[in-house]
């Protein structure tokens, strides 16, 4: 199939305006709200989905450049009724006040935790190779493209720790 | 049935601790937090709406002068274009806190880069903006707008205090202390950016908005408009950070209104980051001298705080520096004095904390010159000089837990007492070393409203156009009912931020759990004494939990399927005028600096705080944390740049006003001194949405002087300030 997009496991096809983001066709043609616009700039992390595995800027892509994606937002990591381990930790350690920058954070740490699982290094390891672990410094520094101005992060921190540690 | 409480006398009855349910305080997660993390909850410009047009505002690009011709019919020609907005009713600047009224209006006139002139209003959002872009403006200048507050003539606020003669004490002292800090603006920087949603429906308007205080923004609106308040109804259900951003109405609102009423279709309009930045508020910069003296032992003998900020002409909001400065210390010689430079920058206005957030960094970097030159351990320099009351209004104090928070933060965060000099620590290429500071945050407390419902079901419901700005009201009101009621929180509906409902405080100056939440222990009572007389008891008598009285009848069949509904309506009364209230706290940072770099690092911080009743531990905590974070931002990142020429706001977005990121923060230890403060709400609350930011970058600053021994007086303390006061 050509000119389609998976979004949280459905296909769509792309918008005619080759100027719509990704992050303006999931909340404006999709109705799907939950990814959030915070600069539209690349600047806050708040549009954050997963794109084919990896966590990208939303508002930084347009969406005709996603031909054939698979796309999942923060509607399809998990529901009220049945959400994700980290959206559970999120509510337990209070993980945001707001709640705006939140599905960013919570999408960009599911990719996250999968970027230490692969061994990517990031300026807080130790080495460029070998086995990364979780630590709070890891953390810290590879959630610091999504900004939380309620001023979160040591929940934040605290919720993905959980969660990694629990997996672990 | 509305029940009116006017609070002239403390609550010294202490009702909710011997109530049953053992819910208040409680750490219960958010209820509405569910929806947060899964994206369901709606915000603002997310609500569906059938066939929405959307629109995008137009700035100036001259600082002062007028609009003389827009170029409509060329924007017009685009594709999808529907409008172009420029009728006189357009606010040009956003509402100040409880302002009431509308703001200023008519955007042909400019007073500031940046302000709006007009809309554009297209099918698509693309539309919208690529017609703005293109809307060519001409604009008659008046040239010579000043934007420099240093350059011109001040005007001093109402309120200076002269008490003895400082002058004298200054020069009589054993110590004193005579120094001068400036700090820059600063911006709230709300995640969601404002925005929108206007619907009419005939006569009737129905705006979905993000804002703080719709009881207030309600008239705003109808007042710009020029409608009827009942035609006018606000929804605000989630908020993304208000921060003061969203106290007063903003102008896409009024501009989504015309819009709207002019094509007669709903049209939402949803700032950019740049807009927010340059058209809603800032905060202003101060220029502060302190002058300190102190006798041989370092009691206060002298106090001196002077400050000037700016603002524009007309407005009458002036950064309230001073707020703490006039009770926190003890010294009989007393000189403060608050002056507003006219200038044409962008509105100043309430960014968290006004006042406080950099009044009490000024303050507390000058008290640790002081403790140096005296010779004391900085703690023991504030312990010294706790006054007894209020030492220029002569009132008690409703409580003031100073004192137990720097002892108790102190122990907590393992503080050295002994002698402190400055490069003791070296770890590599940093320096390391620690600082202190105190809290303080002046309380406020408002009339409010809210409805509440015991059901015949035994569930209970709160209605209130209170909003929650990320700062736990839906919980914290379940909670106060629940805890009255007998009942689980999560047994208690709370719905907000929608004007159908009774007029709560709004969330303001950290005033909206102690206000509103004062509203519904007011409903609950008079629903409890129903109750009782149901049950044959008196209503001090009467114990319920879980659904159920102390005797085992349950809520259920003592309704007898009625539902009792009350109204509770606070206000404070002489409460207000009696005391000096206050919440405090102590702030505790270890930092490091690097040596060749100057960047500084914060390894650790506690605070430790006194703000009456804590109604939900977790909640609170946040509270905490994202003010200490903060004030991470304030000692050592966050500066908006304003062009000399034209005054206009240059670092307009996310990567160049540098809001503190995850790595900036260490892990924080937040320490909560309980207390009931009775002179302070019925509920013995104070609020703490503030109190975590009034003085935590100066704990910051006086451990970069410990460490590095650069004694900065310019705050934020970048690296190129740090290197060029380190020494060699
Ligand atoms: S909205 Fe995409 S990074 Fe801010
Ligand atoms: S929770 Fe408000 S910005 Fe993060």
């Known amino acids: 199939m050509s000119d389609t997009i998976s979004i949280n496991g459905t296909q769509h096809s792309l918008p005619d305006d080759p100027r719509r983001s990704l992050l303006d066709f999931v909340r404006q043609d999709l109705g799907l709200t939950g990814t959030k616009k915070g600069c539209d700039h690349g600047q806050c992390g708040a549009c954050t989905v997963i794109v084919n595995g990896i966590r990208i800027n939303s508002c930084l892509t347009l969406a005709v450049m996603h031909d054939g994606d698979e796309v999942t937002t923060i509607e399809g990591l998990g529901t009220p009724e049945a959400p994700s381990e980290l959206q559970k930790a999120f509510v337990a350690h209070d993980g945001f006040q707001c709640g705006y920058c939140t599905p960013g954070q919570i999408c960009s740490a599911t990719a996250m935790l999968q970027e230490i699982a692969n061994n990517w290094p990031s300026d807080a390891s130790e080495s460029l190779e070998g086995e990364m672990n979780v630590t709070g410094e890891e953390i810290r520094e590879r959630m610091s493209g999504n900004l939380c101005r309620c001023g979160a992060y040591a929940n934040i921190v605290a919720a993905i720790r959980d969660v990694a540690e629990e997996s672990a | ?728």
């Open chain 2, 1 to 728: 049935m509305t029940v009116h409480f006017k609070q002239d006398k403390p609550e010294q009855s202490n009702r909710l601790d011997g109530m049953k349910q053992g819910v208040l305080g409680k750490g219960v997660s958010r209820l509405e937090g569910l929806a947060k993390v899964t994206g369901t909850a709606p915000y603002a410009a997310e609500y569906p709406v059938e066939g929405c047009a959307e629109g995008v505002l137009v700035t100036s690009t001259i600082t002062r002068g007028e609009v003389v011709g827009l170029d409509k019919d060329a924007v017009l020609a685009m594709p999808g274009v529907l409008a172009v907005i420029d009728d006189s009713r357009l606010t040009t600047r956003p509402a100040q806190g409880t302002a009431n009224e509308a703001p200023k209006q008519g955007p042909k006139t400019i007073s500031y880069w940046g302000q709006p002139i007009a809309l554009v209003v297209a099918e698509t959002f693309e539309q919208a903006r690529d017609a703005a872009k293109h809307l060519t403006v001409k604009y008659r200048e008046e040239e010579g707008a000043p934007v420099d507050p240093q350059a011109v003539e001040t005007e001093e606020k109402d309120g200076t205090v002269r008490q003895g003669d400082l002058a004298h004490a200054m020069a009589e002292a054993a110590h004193s202390v005579d120094v001068t800090f400036t700090t820059r603006g600063h911006a709230s920087a709300a995640m969601e950016p404002h925005a929108a949603i206007a619907e009419w429906d005939g006569d009737k308007l129905t705006v979905h908005a993000s804002l703080q205080m719709l009881n207030y923004n309600i008239s705003e609106l109808a007042d710009a408009l020029g409608v009827e308040e009942d035609d006018v109804r606000l929804i605000s259900r989630f908020v993304g950070g208000g921060f003061g951003s969203k106290l007063g109405i903003s102008e896409e609102v009024v501009a989504a209104a015309i819009a709207a009423k002019d094509l007669a279709r709903p049209v939402r309009v949803v700032m950019s980051r740049q807009q927010v930045f340059q058209c809603i508020m800032r905060r202003s910069e101060t220029t502060q001298r302190l002058r300190l003296a102190a006798d041989e032992d370092g009691k206060l003998t002298g106090f001196g705080h002077h400050a000037v900020v700016s603002n524009l002409p007309g407005e009458v909001f002036a950064e309230p520096v001073l707020q703490s400065s006039h009770f926190l210390y003890s010294g009989e010689n007393r000189e403060l004095m608050l002056e507003v430079a006219r200038i044409h920058r962008m509105t100043a206005g309430s960014v968290r904390a006004p006042g406080e957030a950099v009044g009490m960094p000024a303050l507390e970097g000058a008290m640790d010159v002081l403790a140096e030159k005296v010779g004391i351990d900085p703690v023991e320099l504030r312990l010294k000089n706790i006054p007894e009351q209020d030492p220029e209004e002569g009132l008690p104090f409703s409580s003031n837990k100073l004192a137990e928070c720097l002892k108790q933060g102190a122990e907590a965060f393992g503080w050295d007492s002994g002698p402190r000099k400055p490069r003791q620590h070296q770890d590599g290429e940093w320096w390391v070393g620690t600082g202190m500071a105190s809290a303080a945050r002046a309380h406020s407390i408002s009339e409010a409203r809210a409805k509440v419902t015991l059901k015949s079901d035994g569930t209970a419901l709160v209605e209130t156009d209170m909003t929650d700005i990320g700062t736990g009201t839906y919980t914290i009101l379940a909670q106060i009912a629940g805890e009255m009621l007998g009942l689980e929180p999560n047994k208690v509906l709370v719905e907000l931020g929608d004007t159908r409902h009774p007029r709560g405080s709004g969330s303001g100056g950290s005033w909206g759990a102690a206000s509103t939440g004062s509203a519904v222990y007011v409903a609950c009572k008079a629903i409890r004494e129903d109750l009782a007389a149901r049950v044959g008891v008196e209503e001090t008598a009467l114990e319920l939990s879980q659904g159920k009285t102390s005797a085992g009848k349950s809520l259920i069949d003592l309704l007898g399927g009625e539902d009792i509904a009350r109204e509770g309506h606070y206000e404070p009364g002489d409460i207000k005028d009696d005391y000096t209230a206050a919440g405090f706290g102590a702030f505790f940072a270890q930092v490091r600096v690097n040596r060749y770099t100057g960047e500084t690092r914060v390894d650790r911080m506690l605070g430790a705080f006194g703000f009456g009743r804590v109604l939900n531990h977790k909640t609170a905590r946040s509270q905490c944390l994202g003010g200490i974070t903060w004030s991470i931002g304030v000692a050592l990142t966050e500066a908006l740049e304003f062009d000399p020429r034209d005054g206009h706001l240059v670092n307009c977005d996310l990567a160049e006003y540098h809001v503190p990121v995850n790595r900036d923060v260490p892990e924080l230890d937040v320490l909560m001194v309980e207390e009931r403060d009775a002179a302070a709400s019925p509920i013995q609350a104070k609020g703490i949405g503030e109190l975590g930011m009034c003085g935590g970058a100066a704990a910051i600053a006086n451990a970069i002087y410990n460490a590095s021994g650069a004694r900065i007086f310019d705050y934020p303390m970048t690296p190129d300030h740090v290197l060029k006061a380190m020494p060699d």
